[in-house]
């Protein structure tokens, strides 16, 4: 075989087994709003406007201990627009695919941009992010993983803002955790997003204090470092990480589940 036809045959297997993704836009009111275009806009200069942070890859974060984990590995680097909304509205991420190859759990969560500025804000430091969303694995479910039901539901995620929500500017972090290889330390695979959002309308409940990222989700954690056979066995009940769901969050929009 030629140099050159080895090489295409590597990126065609590449190609086969690569079942993740990357958020690609977000729908609220029936509005679309572009996220950060991997493979697109990493050569678009000026930047173009997107609501969610960039992104370098369609890869995980390669180290969940570090700070690519708080907005993904693409420098979290503040995005131009901010989409707006009102608390209690419906938000979509439509992701560009998602494999059956890659179960695991969804979640999102938010923070409030220090400052009400989010041009301003990273959120890799504090207890600043609350889980808004989240569905893991359900033995009765069909599909019993929550990033499976994403695939079938044409890698679509719908969450819905916390009804009482005060007003200000949120970072809203939308993630899928693939656990096909987290049996290995540090192989859990977090795919984690980061859209910019300004309440306009809402009440005034504020955000308790919530997780750290980096920082909450440690190697060892049994919802980081599992067996995905294991857990689809019965053999050991499957606890996410990150903690539990704020209790003044919306229902869960996707299935009633744990
Ligand atoms: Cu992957």
């Known amino acids: 075989m030629t140099p050159l036809s080895t090489v295409a045959l590597v990126v065609g297997l590449a190609s086969l087994v690569s079942g993740h993704g990357f958020l690609k836009s977000i729908t609220v009111g029936g509005k679309n709003y572009l996220a950060w ?7 678009v200069n000026p930047p173009p406007v997107r609501y969610a942070r960039q992104l370098t890859n369609n890869g995980p974060v390669p180290d969940f201990t570090t700070k690519d984990i708080t907005c993904g590995a693409g420098g979290n680097i503040p995005a131009q627009g901010v989409i707006e909304l009102k608390a209690g509205d419906k938000v979509t991420f439509n992701w560009d695919q998602w494999g059956s190859s890659h179960s695991g759990p969804v979640f999102t969560y938010l923070a409030k941009c220090a400052n009400n500025d989010c041009k301003t804000f990273k959120g890799d430091t504090g207890n600043v992010w609350v889980k808004i969303e989240q569905l893991s694995y359900n033995p009765q479910g069909r599909p019993p993983w929550a990033s499976d039901l994403l695939r079938e539901q044409g890698a679509k995620w719908s ?3 916390p009804p009482k929500l005060a007003p ?15 049996g290995t330390r540090l192989g859990a695979q977090f795919y984690p997003s980061c859209t910019q959002i300004r309440v306009t309308q809402g009440g005034t409940t504020q955000l308790p204090a919530g997780i750290a990222l980096p920082g909450a989700y440690k190697p060892e954690d049994p919802g980081i470092l599992a067996e995905l056979w ?3 066995q019965g053999q050991t009940q499957y606890v ?4 539990p769901v704020w209790s003044e969050a919306a229902p869960n929009a996707n299935r009633a589940g744990p």
């Open 159 to 161: 969450v819905t803002i």
């Open 37 to 43: 275009q991997v493979g697109q806009d990493n050569y």
């Open 230 to 232: 294991r857990i689809q």
């Open 168 to 182: 200000g500017e949120y970072l809203l972090r939308h993630e899928i955790l693939g656990l096909h290889v987290a």
């Open 240 to 243: 996410a990480p990150g903690g």
